[in-house]
């Protein structure tokens, strides 16, 4: 165990890092680059825009389970060294800390907003004329769509169920002066914008809840409205799903997507102001849609906001057309010339690529639309987990059954807030004769493959593509991902046995034996054998390291058996982007090991293993992060990667992110401290885009000395 490793001076260190508060700290990390001044000012709106978001999902996914635990009242500590209600108050401490970080970054950027001739502005600040005309647009365009629903208690008007994820407004009304105050919440409408542009004045905007808060009384012609109060609701992203059921499971996602909206409530947003007593009818609504026993949401965990509520909305405020807003622009590699075979390209030598640096279009899309017109190509087989609101993937697909290939696609349907998009594919690929395969019961299939059969010269020849991201040219031009393309015969044969057993039998693949990992079976224990093989070395004096890039590290077995190695004399490097509960540098159990997290203009998402093993290293890339889900409750696909100029480029890339200049190191206590900055990761290899000295052709990496 590795509690033997730990030093008398180490006693009463808890052994891992908590969870949740480690994911809320990538939060942060994320709203730096929202509070740099050397962001362009469009691009810190944007990143404010991505906390909010990734907030919402954190309170939409993860607070169902916390709220349970917190309810048990455990006195236990955790390895983490927390009471679960420890945990909870944590989380609202930093959620709270967050949010005014938020705020104050917002007006930060108002400000400057204001000065490229951007402005919002209250409605008090327009005038007489202006606010008639958009009074007029309030009648046209929003009164129509609103409804108020009575939050007064009275015989047959219920409370309403507050909306998910909506803006709404309690507005306070009297018919008459003694009358007692009436309350009603209006939901504004999710299809009319956000900012409303002010008449005449390029640039000003007013936003759509000071336009109907101010025009009230048309709602209420027969009613004084003495103020309204702007609050939002965000409740658990659980699917509710049977999956035991004999249901059909492709209706069934449908049909619980639908549902989801009707989960408990996790979060309550306000705006400042709002009197205790709104709040406290926000909160019995909540109550009694949740059974009338406990309130979900205790009244000090409300979260009140200066700034305005749901930051989301920023994507959609209009900037003027200058360069020094946005980050310049990327002109991505096309690494394979127009009118060359893509095919013939993968044929001659194993392809890496790294995108977005390398266009994912010119190189996944490109592979997927070559095979889908050649006619020597028989056979399409591909995962399809994140697809997106418009997918080019697909669209190849359903060319190549239209052809008359064979196209078999396996649709993770229970792709946690993309299932309404995976069903309307899986539904476009079955009308096109593809065949469709929606999933493993208990499991969620994460891998990223694509496997292409054609008919060369009497024999059939595969090609395959594996992935470290989605099939999603959305986040292809956002995420940092790798691309490793194929027609290697081990390789090929390994995933074509994979897709094998997903699409012919209805468990878990039971493994790959060529060199491909597989999960979950194998996968995990793999791992952890190349981790104590690492240590046999580094114990008998033998080279040893690892170096890995992840999105994620929790799993406690990986943890300690990394804590093992480390104590064995194993040096280790890990680059998380995320959530981390491994605590490095404590002596005696995790000196050895450095863990850093880095931060930029795109979200770092790739996936990378380096096993020095004596000087017969080897390397791996692929879906999986070191996450319970990931090893336990996925399918998940890790390659080998062989060829030597790909390995070249793979240690370029590892050197960079691990002595990043600008990345935060995590501390022994938890917290991360920033490095003292410079040119990061992500500049070089934007950098080496425009460098003529990098190859452009067949693979990414630059040339060797």
Known sequence: MVGHAIREDNVGIPEFINAELSLLAFQSRVLKLAESPATPLGERIRFLGIVSSNIDEFFMVRMAGIRAAARERCSERGDDGLTRVEQLHGIVRAVEHIAERQAKCYADCEAELAAVGVRVLGWSELSGLEQ????????????????????????????????????????????????????????????????????????????????????????????????????????????????????DLLDAVARATGRRWLNP??????????PDFVRALVLESL?????????????????????????????????????????????????????????????????????????????????????SADPAVTTIEITLYRIGD????????????????????????????????????????????????????????????????????????????VGTGNYNSRSGVQYTDLSLFSAGDELTADIADMFNELTGSSRPPQGLSRGA?????????????????????????????????????????????????????VEIDLVVRGICTLRPGVPGMSDRIRVVAVAGRFLEHSRVYRFRNDGNPEYFIGSSD????????????????????????????????????????LLADGRYRQRGGGQGAQDTFIQDVGDPATRTQAFSTPPLP
């Open 626 to 665: 070191l996450r319970s889900r990931n090893l336990r409750r996925r399918v998940e696909l890790l390659v080998p990667v062989v060829d030597l100029l790909n390995r070249e480029f793979l240690d370029r890339l590892l050197d960079l992110y691990v002595e990043d200049p600008t990345a935060h190191e």
């Open 390 to 465: 418009e997918s080019a993937v697909v669209d190849a697909l359903v060319t190549a059954a239209r052809a008359g290939k064979r196209v078999i696609a396996f649709v993770e349907l229970k792709a946690r807030f993309d299932e309404e998009h995976n069903v309307g594919w899986a539904r476009a690929l079955e009308k096109a004769e593809g065949h469709v395969v929606y999933g493993l019961a208990g499991l969620k299939n994460h891998a990223k493959a694509a496997l292409v059969v054609r008919r060369e010269g009497g024999k059939l020849r595969r090609y395959v593509h």
């Open 517 to 569: 990992l597989v999960g979950p079976h194998q996968l995990l224990p793999a791992l952890l054998g190349r981790i104590e093989r690492e240590s046999q070395h580094a114990l008998a004096g033998r080279t040893a390291g690892i170096t890995a890039k992840m999105n994620g590290l929790s799993d406690q077995e990986v943890v300690r058996a990394l804590y093992r190695a480390s104590a064995n004399g």
């Open 287 to 371: 109550r009694r849609e949740d059974g009338g026993i406990d309130a979900p949401i205790h009244p000090a965990e409300i979260q009140e906001s200066e700034s305005l509520l749901d930051l989301r909305c920023l994507s959609t405020l209009e900037l003027p057309p200058l360069e020094s807003l946005r980050y310049e622009r990327l002109e991505a590699r096309r690494p394979v010339a127009e009118g060359e075979s893509f095919l013939d390209a993968i044929r001659e030598r194993d392809l890496l690529f790294h995108h977005p640096f390398d266009e994912f279009e010119a190189t996944v899309v490109r592979f997927l639309r070559e095979a």
């Open 265 to 274: 409530a996790h979060r309550v947003e306000v705006e400042r102001g709002m």
């Open 132 to 247: 008639q005309e958009l009074r007029l647009r309030c009648r046209d365009e929003i009164q129509p769509a609103l409804t108020p629903l009575a939050m007064t208690l009275s015989p047959g008007h219920p409370l309403p169920h507050l909306p998910h994820l909506a803006l709404s407004l309690a507005v306070v009304f009297q018919r008459t002066a003694d009358e007692r105050p009436h309350i009603a919440q209006i939901e504004l409408p999710s299809d009319t914008p956000r900012f409303l542009a002010v008449p005449g004045r390029a640039g000003d905007v007013v936003t759509l809840e000071e336009a109907t808060r101010a025009n009230l009384d048309m709602l209420y012609p027969n009613a004084h409205a003495s103020s309204a109060y702007l609050f939002r609701v965000t409740r658990g992203g659980e699917l509710g799903l049977d999956e035991d059921s004999d249901e």
